[in-house]
């Protein structure tokens, strides 16, 4: 069982940066693609980024390319989101997620089934 905790979110200005970092407990972090996602109020839990168990894959959805950027550090069991740039549009919920990939170290899942287990989440709110 792989417990995840999210740091970082708050309350920033249009143009302002955030980095959030989730960490992971109780499993082996170097076996799992790690994911952020986000929830907007009224809004489906949608993808922002994911990266592979070695960091060789990265995918970023349209909206966050080039302001946010994914890495991992698994000597550290962590994954870190910063965010740049940031706009009102990215207020949301984050969530970390991780997918078992024990025998793939070129899978950065997609899609919320993907993966297995869920952090908390932490509020991001960027005022305009």
């Known amino acids: 069982q792989v417990q995840l905790v999210e740091f970082g979110g708050g309350l920033v200005q249009a143009g302002g940066s955030l980095r959030l970092s989730c960490a992971a407990s109780?499993?082996?972090?170097?076996?799992?693609?790690m994911g952020w996602f986000r929830q907007a109020p009224g809004k489906e839990r949608e993808f922002v980024a994911a990266?592979?168990?070695?960091?060789?894959?990265?995918f970023y959805t349209s909206s966050v390319r080039g302001r946010f950027s994914i890495s991992r550090d698994n000597a550290k069991n962590t994954v870190y989101l910063q965010m740049n740039s940031l706009a009102p549009d990215d207020t949301a919920v984050y969530y970390c997620?991780?997918?078992?990939?024990?025998?793939?170290?070129?899978?950065?899942?997609?899609?919320?089934?993907?993966?297995?287990?869920w952090g908390q989440g932490t509020q991001v709110t960027v005022s305009s």
């Open positions: 109780g499993g082996t972090f170097s076996t799992y693609a």
């Open positions: 990266v592979s168990r070695d960091s060789g894959v990265i």
């Open positions: 997620a991780a997918a078992n990939s024990p025998w793939r170290n070129d899978w950065a899942p997609l899609k919320r089934d993907d993966y297995d287990y």
